[in-house]
């Protein structure tokens, strides 16, 4: 199925379904008119993947450049010996990249594209879970700063992605959880309907990922600059980042997420927004993927918390739900996150 991303003069399709890389060749060659293909992979995917990527671009000349796999490649320096690699190999302005792996790969390739040459072409084929619900589209594309997750980046949006659910079968158990938690923030910001097959565990691979992706597709196109509705999408990420920040990245991204949406829900209660039958049913959800609950304290994180991109001149805006589908966005206070963690009611 093709789902289009209506940005104006930079709308793109993205291509969803089992064996939707087999159309890569095709699709690419509707629009760019080049030769050579520079393809920004990790390790892993690269030996899972690389052969019949190649395989798959025989029109084209590809020049691979391979990354380790993990989030300390989202950094200053990697980013640096990527831009440099694609210099020494001589790429062009108008040549196109393509970032084929997951979250890593594609922040950090979508921000190579935004900056080389003051932006190249590019196409995001996500190939992990959390990459094809999330990080590949909406053209957020980001490195860590020592300070904080997602701190330098830019909006720049691909010209196509290619999701193909094919590539989660070679994905082990924790990745694929990791892309969950990113799942069951979407149906809990916008679909009661997914929301309930969550709960009852009664959902295929490839509606689970189009429901996902039409959530995110709706908050993008109102909202392309993350001002607003797209803020929705940081339900769960104010006190997840901190998490993953704090842990030196040992707890992944999905599993501090799905501990934030808890915190978020929490203080929601706290702050009288949020009814608390909606946690009960989010952690039944998150049991049933096995999403493993750290049981984070949230006192240790709030001031981490503060380095949010939502924290606007002071006033960190938070992502609260009202019910299933219903997310507001209220503005919180460090005092008022102390005492909610210090009030005798809580927990
Ligand atoms: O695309 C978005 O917008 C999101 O917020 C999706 C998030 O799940 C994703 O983790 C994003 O990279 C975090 O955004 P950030 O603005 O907090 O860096
Ligand atoms: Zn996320």
Redesign the pocket.
Known sequence: MRIEMSLKDHSYDILLDHGAILQLSVEIQKWYKGKRIFVLTDKNVYGKHGGSLENVLSDFIVEFVVIEAGESSKSMSVYEYVLETLLDKQMKRGDLLITFGG?VVG?LGGFVAATLYRGVPYIQIPTTLLSQV??S??G?T?INSHKA??MI?SFYQPKLVIIDPNYLKTLSDFEYKNGMA?VI?SACIGDTILFDKLLNGEIKTLEMIERTLLV?KK??EMDEF?LKE??Y??FG?TFG?ALEKQSDFEIA?GFA?AEGMLIALEIGEKIGITPKSIRKSLKLILDKYDLGLYNAKPIPLIEDVFY???NIQGELNMIFLKSIGNSVITPVTKEVLYECYNSQTLK
């Open positions: 979250g922040d999330d990080s589209i909406g957020k980001a997750k997602n980046g990113e923030k995110k908050v993008v993350d797209r803020m999408l940081n990420h980042h991204h997420v949010d991109k939502k």
